[in-house]
Every structure is written in structure tokens, then in C-alpha cells.
């Protein structure tokens, strides 16, 4: 069995931006040794999230991001969408690697979404399997 | 150690369809010989999801997937909600393994949600852990 | 590679409560003996959801779940809003453990959201890695 970690460290120049992290992701499996096992990715902040989706322009749009759906104005706080979206889209994924590779559908990447950035975020990407 | 890797295929008839998929889990881990560990479940398609849940008759009308409160319209993209969808009930899940079972509560089922079918697509079963 | 299994019960007093089991969770990571894997953190039950967050007051205002937005009344189903919450906050994580430790960001904590409680209800803990 082996294990290996790396994290990955994000200051975003706006307050909120979607990033492609596939491909820093595959780098540490590769490093990693690992033949067959599951590669974790996760945000460490409560106002970020991992997922998987692919980069397709109506991203932004398709997503109910507005916050006057979310009554947020009625706990004062700013960054109360950026809470929910880490709750429903998630704060972090599992990939498979099989044969050391990440073991994707055709349009799968990885993508870290900063919903309060401007500062200095942190995702732990963890690997654990057979080498 | 050991890992065991299968993938199951789905052609829905319907364009949006959910399937209970938990014995064919259940029938990979008997076969990976795994007594403690974990499986994960994982679409590999964006427009799919993979979740816990039982198989409730209320399960579709409780969803808020009428794409007309997801502003969908504004992308140009047909299948927006199908993308949407996958995002928020997510497209992986991991089951705990006990004494070679599946470590499930009683009323718990995984499911495969189509949101966009009638197509070939794909899930899949990589179980991890101790024989 | 080594594993370990904890159930933790709960009987909820209010019929929706939100619980912080962090040091639960901490603890039989330390009970297992791992240094390096990760911990499942899943419901049992398909009205209840596993998630990280901080425990900001604003936590209950923020999050979408007046049941009269999800059209629950047309199922008949009077817990159809608990359920939705499973789906979309999810019902587990996964926990990175990292030198024997919950490798968590600073404000990052694990909850238990109990959406239909005043009965026993379950959540598994369960610890894969590398003594």
C-alpha cells in the first residue's frame, strides 16, 4: 500500500473563479506510484469547492448561484453563497486510478471553484492504493 | 491489499431514467474478495449522477428539477439541468464494505441517475481494501 | 494497510438538528492506529446528511430548505424536504488523515445534519490506511 500528498495553494485575482486542476492532479497520481487506488481531492476552506464537471461556457450560468435566492441577506453575512455552493456542489471528489492513470469519462476534469477568494486557499490532493 | 475494477453500461430508452444499481455493487465486491474496505461509485459522465437514497415513489416530484428555475434558457444549452443535476446530487458515491458486504442502513440503495440518456454511458465500481 | 469501523448512534431531541462530531471522528482515527489513509464519514439513514463545514450561526439561515420551495406537498410525503437535503448536502466525506490527524484547514469541522430525528439513527465511521 501506498499513500502520497501534495497541496495545492490558490490566491485568485477575483473573488470568484472556476480553475481546471486535472493536470495537477494526474502529476501527483504519477508521482504518487500508485497502479490502482483512489486519488482525493478536497478544498480546505468552507468557501470552495472540488468538483467534476467538464469547462463548458454555460458553466456559470446553469449554476443557482444568485444569492438573493438564498436569503443570505438575513444573516448579514457576505460570503453566505459561497457557503451553500461548498455545501451543494461539494467541497471535494474521489477519482479512481486504474493502470496509474485517472480513471476518467471522455469530458471528465477536475475543477477547484473559489467562491471567496482574494486570499490564500489551500486544496489537499491524497492518494491511496497498490503501487 | 487488494482493488478490483468493473465498469457497467447503460443505453436508458427514457432520456432521464433512475436505476437501482445496488446488487450489481454488491455483486462486485463479493467478487473482489474485499472483507473491509471501501467501493466507490462513480458516473463518468457529466450529465449523470450516482447517489444513496431509497426508491421512494415521491423520489422524482421531490427533486427541484424543473430546469425553468435554473435559468438554463440563457446558455443555449439544452442539457443544462442535466449538468446542474450532477453537480448538486452529485456523481459518486463511496459505500462502505464490513464483513464483505456492503455497510448500508436499512433503507439505503445506490442509484444511477440518467439526465440525459439514451446513449451509451458509463459507471464505474472500484473497490479498495483488505481481503 | 489496517481498518477500523465505529458506529455512533443518535437520538435527536428536535425533529432537525445539526451536530458537531468532529472530535468523534478524531478520535477513532487515533483509535485506529492509521498515520496516513482516510476516513468515511457516512448516514446511515437516508433523511440525515455528513458534511464539513464551519459552525457559523448563519449555517441553518443560509441553506435553501423552506420545505414550500421543493414542492414536497405534492407528494404526500411529509419528511420529502429531509430527503432533498440528504441529496444535495450529500449524506458522507471522506476525511484525508495525514500523520495520525484529520488533515483539515483551520475552520473546516464534520456535522452530522439530522433532518428527521426523535428516533435512532446511525452513522458509520470508517478508517483505511496505512498503520
Do not use: C
Not at 17 to 22: A, H
Not at 97 to 122: C, N, S
Request: charged share 25%.
Amino acid at each position: 500500500m501506498r499513500s502520497h500528498t501534495h497541496y495545492l495553494w490558490f490566491t485568485t485575482k477575483q473573488r470568484q473563479e472556476i480553475i481546471d486542476i486535472t493536470d495537477e492532479v494526474a502529476a501527483q497520481v504519477a508521482k504518487s506510484g500508485v497502479q490502482e487506488g483512489f486519488v482525493l481531492v478536497s478544498a480546505m476552506h468552507i468557501t470552495a469547492s472540488v468538483f467534476v464537471n467538464d469547462h463548458e461556457s454555460g458553466l456559470w450560468a446553469v449554476a443557482p448561484w444568485d444569492p438573493k435566492r438564498y436569503r443570505h441577506n438575513e444573516t448579514g453575512e457576505d460570503n453566505a453563497a459561497a457557503h451553500l455552493r461548498s455545501l451543494t456542489i461539494g467541497h471535494e471528489v474521489i477519482v479512481p486510478i486504474t493502470a496509474a492513470k485517472l480513471d476518467f469519462g471522455p469530458w471528465q476534469r477536475v475543477f477547484y471553484g473559489e467562491w471567496d477568494g482574494q486570499r490564500r486557499k489551500r486544496v489537499i490532493i491524497k492518494v491511496l492504493g497498490e503501487p
